[in-house]
T-cell receptor, first 115, second 111 residues
Framework: GAVVSQHPSWVICKSGTSVKIECRSL??????MFWYRQFPKQSLMLMAT?????????EQGVEKDKFLINHASLTLSTLTVTSAHPEDSSFYIC???????????FGPGTRLTVT | GQNIDQPTEMTATEGAIVQINCTYQ??????LFWYQQHAGEAPTFLSY????GLEEKGRFSSFLSRSKGYSYLLLKELQMKDSASYLC????????????FGSGTRLLVRP
């Protein structure tokens, strides 16, 4: 149980285009989902906290107009990278909190390459 | 401010024991997590400590001292597949349950 999926697993896009990444909790309801970014050989940096039915809370330094987060249901959150640039190339990982549990379950990640 | 420190890299021998330390200074504390991450993959949960002491789970154990802001992950009977990054993460004491990750420790297990 407690499986989180992400789609796509990898994507290549041209500079200036937008890319949407989906994060789904497959067998549980997630009131809270988190979006992280990870550059090579670095740790996970929290980008934003997404609560179902409300606006996402962004970490300091993360542009909310560039990284659009929508948490429309208890099983789906989406991250849209708008007007992507090469510096946005990274590994994007989502996690979902199981109910009131302290545990977060991570998705397999999406590798974004912007050319 | 927030500060979570871990050694950058460690090397150990197959069959041996290795201890990975983590020190933290955060504005709040509501638990400390250890995750394992293989290259190009998502982190997988290893352990959670919220009270002082040692939590043992098979070959993996985790220790916490809240007064010292210190934790360690102990890996016994090392196997080659244990070569990975080990991430220490602190949950701050608020309602969001967000995690603040350390920089991670890359462990290389040699034959």
């Amino acid at each position: 149980g407690a499986v989180v999926s992400q789609h796509p697993s990898w994507v290549i896009c041209k500079s200036g285009t937008s890319v949407k990444i989906e994060c789904r909790s497959l067998d549980f309801q997630a009131t809270t989902m988190f979006w992280y970014r990870q550059f090579p050989k670095q740790s996970l940096m929290l980008m934003a906290t997404s609560n179902e039915g409300s606006k996402a809370t962004y970490e300091q330094g993360v542009e909310k107009d560039k990284f659009l987060i929508n948490h429309a249901s208890l099983t789906l959150s989406t991250l849209t990278v708008t007007s992507a640039h090469p510096e946005d190339s990274s590994f994007y990982i989502c996690s979902a909190r199981l109910g009131r549990s302290y545990e977060q379950y991570f998705g397999p990640g999406t590798r974004l390459t912007v050319t | 401010g927030q500060n979570i420190d871990q050694p950058t890299e460690m090397t150990a021998t197959e069959g041996a024991i290795v201890q990975i330390n983590c020190t933290y200074q955060t504005s709040g504390f509501n638990g400390l997590f250890w995750y394992q991450q293989h290259a190009g993959e998502a982190p997988t949960f290893l352990s959670y400590n919220v009270l002082d002491g040692l939590e043992e789970k098979g070959r993996f154990s985790s220790f916490l001292s809240r007064s010292k802001g210190y934790s360690y992950l102990l890996l016994k009977e090392l196997q080659m597949k244990d070569s990975a990054s080990y991430l220490c993460a602190v949950r701050e004491e608020d309602s969001s349950y967000k995690l603040i990750f350390g920089s991670g420790t890359r462990l290389l297990v040699r034959p």
